[in-house]
Structure formats: structure tokens, C-alpha cells
């Protein structure tokens, strides 16, 4: 609920593995001040993506399941910063950098509930109809936050540093959230979209979580 505690996020509390850290982030707030207008959402879903050499286990669906890039640069970082990247030349999509410095690594903002700034976030999603469609799907939990591609790419959630216009800072859940649910990461093509992958966790219940679909080839595997 929009009431529960939460206390500041720390670097040592993302140094983890992401597929092990996205859970944690369920019931987290991250609260951005863009063009000095806040908003906080309330997180209800993430998904966890590793990169070339994080874990046991490749991953096929990461964007650096190749090796570092320009694209992906942010996710090499140290963690407790944002990853914001654009989807399909649209959306920008916000992931918390997780796993230690130089190790890639993010938990993609699947959903969330906005529970400060709404107001705010209506006027960046005009077409929403309701408060639940706010920031139900990552592309509308971006334009909901303000964070936009390339220009907030890597602003820091856990000092709260100034970045081009945006401050972004994450806190957790006091007590983490008991019960949640896991599967297979929603769109994702092939194998990496799969169960073999259960990295997409999920408060049940809520209505912010977004709708599931396979991705190309992953229903057949």
C-alpha cells in the first residue's frame, strides 16, 4: 500500500546478482523531480537482466548479453543507477542497475503505482484513462517518472545527484514484500522468454502489474 515504510536504497543492497535482487525491489519507491515536478511510484513489478559473464547462466535477452556497447554502457556500471533506454524509437524504459561495478546487470521497471505526483504523471500520459495505467507496462512507467532517453541515461538513484534536469532516488521496502510471484519475462524472443528464465516477479493482486504475452518463438519452447 502507498502507505508502507521504506528506507533508502544503498549500493550493497544492489551488489547482488539482479535475478536476485529484483525481488527486493517489489514494494521500492522511486521517486524523480523532473523540470521541478516530483513524482514517486510505488513498484509492483520488475524483471531482472544479466549480462555477458554475470551469473551462471548467459542471457540470451539481455542488452548485454555481447559485451559492453555504447547502448549498454550504463549497465557496466556501478549499481544504484538508472539504465534508461528507448524502446521500439518511442518509450523510455527504466532499469535499476544491479551487481557490482563492472559486472552488467539491471532490473527493468515492469509496473508500479503512482502514489505522489499524479497529477503530474497525467499530464505526461494524457491517454491514460485511469490512475492504474499510470505506469502499468515499462514504457508508461517511464513517461509517468519523466526519465527520457539518452539525456537521464545513468542518473544516480542512490545519491540523488543532479543529471541534465533529473533527480531519481530509490528506496526500499522496510520489510520485503512476502508472497510475490515469478515467471517468464513478458515479450521476450525465444528461449530467453521462457521458463527457463523465471526472472519476472510481480506483487499478485495488484492492478498495476501488466498483461502477460509471449515473445516470438518463446510459447513453442
Do not use: Q
Not at 32 to 37: F, L, N, R
Not at 90 to 97: A, D, F, G, Q, R
Not at 131 to 150: E, F, M
Not at 167 to 179: H, N, S
Request: some cysteine; proline content about 9%.
Amino acid at each position: 500500500m502507498a502507505g508502507d515504510e521504506v528506507r533508502a536504497a544503498t549500493r550493497a543492497d544492489l551488489a547482488g546478482l539482479p535475478a536476485e535482487v529484483a525481488p527486493r525491489l517489489l514494494g521500492a519507491h522511486l521517486t524523480t523531480t523532473v523540470a521541478g515536478a516530483t513524482v514517486t511510484v510505488r513498484l509492483t513489478e520488475v524483471e531482472a537482466y544479466h549480462g555477458r559473464g554475470t551469473g551462471p547462466v548467459p542471457d540470451p535477452g539481455s542488452h548485454a548479453r555481447m559485451g559492453p556497447t555504447a547502448r549498454n554502457a550504463t549497465m557496466w556500471g556501478e549499481p544504484g543507477h538508472l539504465y534508461v533506454y528507448l524502446s521500439h524509437g518511442i518509450h523510455s524504459c527504466v532499469n535499476v542497475v544491479c551487481g557490482p561495478d563492472g559486472i552488467a546487470g539491471g532490473v527493468l521497471l515492469r509496473g508500479g503505482e503512482v502514489i505522489e505526483g499524479i497529477d503530474t504523471a497525467f499530464g505526461r500520459r494524457p491517454a491514460a484513462r485511469t490512475p492504474r495505467d499510470l505506469a502499468r507496462g515499462p514504457g508508461r512507467l517511464g513517461d509517468a517518472v519523466g526519465l527520457r532517453h539518452p539525456l537521464h541515461d545513468g542518473v544516480d538513484a542512490i545519491t540523488g545527484t543532479p543529471h541534465h534536469g533529473a533527480v531519481a532516488r530509490l528506496a526500499l521496502a522496510a520489510e520485503p514484500v512476502a508472497g510475490f510471484a515469478s515467471g517468464p519475462r513478458v515479450g521476450v524472443a525465444g528461449v530467453a522468454g521462457t521458463s527457463a528464465f523465471p526472472w519476472r516477479f510481480w506483487i499478485p493482486g495488484e492492478p498495476t502489474v501488466s498483461p502477460f504475452r509471449w515473445g516470438r518463438g518463446a510459447a513453442e519452447l
